[in-house]
């Protein structure tokens, strides 16, 4: 159970997250009952293969997405700058304080994973710990704590585990068959029908996962806005890091680009990309929240 914070209440992040919960969740139980219903001999393999994944996927995605980052956890002595922003962050938000980690690499990012606050861990890269000053260091990583306070990151690795498990679902039905069935009609049908089956779940989890993730971006950055009285500091933090983003080499950000759902902005955005795929909000709409909320609190 996760305790309660004095981040601000999100009642429309809520309602998103179970509404996208419901439909990842039907949609999850037409896969597999297609699945099931074409390879009717394979369906304890079907049902055990599934079950196996979704506990490696929620159980270790915390420890797979800090290795595959590069992410490396720090003491307070090795990171007392990092540990103290966290630590009144912390202090604000009435949160227990996360595991920190530093990933070396020159993209100025940051990102939290863990499927729950007890297990979160909270990640700055070096290129944002050289380039942001202490006010927006702060807002950056109360944005952070933010998605660790609302569980987002757990509903995020629920959310993608469909996309994931169609693909691998998928290969797997297609090599037992060919395996088993040799080249009939039957395998014929088999290795039609699965990867489109495939292809359509692939697509409604992803947009519906984007949909989603964008909205929690807005509401992480509003949170952390109104806990630390500042979003002028996270605004200028974000500005800072966007415009940074075009000085890195694009051999690293392509090296980064598949984690940027985790990220607090996306390594690879740009005007080429369709919202409708984008897992963040656009600068412009994050930086309109952000002066509305500074207006408000201005009266």
Request: proline share 5%.
């Amino acid at each position: 159970m996760a305790r309660a914070t004095r981040y601000v209440p999100d009642s429309g992040l809520t309602r998103r997250m179970v509404t996208t919960m419901f439909f990842i969740g039907l949609l999850y139980v037409v896969f597999m009952g297609v699945l099931i219903a074409l390879l009717k001999n394979a369906w304890p393999l079907i049902v055990l293969f599934a079950g196996g994944m979704f506990i490696v996927q929620f159980w270790f995605s915390d420890r797979i997405a800090a290795y595959s980052m590069g992410a490396r956890e720090v003491t307070p002595q090795q990171a007392p700058e990092l540990h103290g922003t966290i630590d009144r962050v912390c202090a604000l938000a009435d949160l227990p304080k996360p595991r920190v980690a530093i990933a070396d690499t020159d993209v100025p990012n940051a990102f939290a994973t863990g499927r729950s606050q007890d297990k979160a861990l909270v990640c700055a890269t070096t290129g944002l710990l050289r380039r942001l000053t202490p006010e927006e260091l702060e807002g950056v990583l109360a944005h952070e704590l933010s998605h660790v306070a609302h569980r987002d990151v757990a509903v995020m690795t629920f959310a993608s585990f469909l996309g994931v498990l169609a693909g691998a679902l998928t290969r797997m039905a297609l090599w037992g068959g060919l395996m088993r069935g040799g080249r009939n009609q039957n395998t014929a049908i088999l290795a039609l029908v699965i990867p489109l089956v495939s292809v359509v779940v692939y697509v409604i989890s992803f947009l519906l996962t984007r949909l989603l993730s964008r909205y929690r971006e807005l509401s992480a950055d509003r949170g952390a806005a109104l806990l630390t009285g500042k979003p002028s500091a996270l605004a200028s933090a974000l500005t800072k890091i966007t415009g940074q983003m075009a000085r890195i080499p694009t051999r690293d950000l392509r090296r980064a680009e598949p984690f940027n759902a985790f990220f607090f902005a996306p390594a690879l955005s740009g005007e080429s990309l369709s919202r409708l795929f984008s897992s963040h909000p656009t600068l412009d709409q994050r930086l309109a929240q952000l002066a509305d909320i500074s207006r408000h609190l201005s009266r």
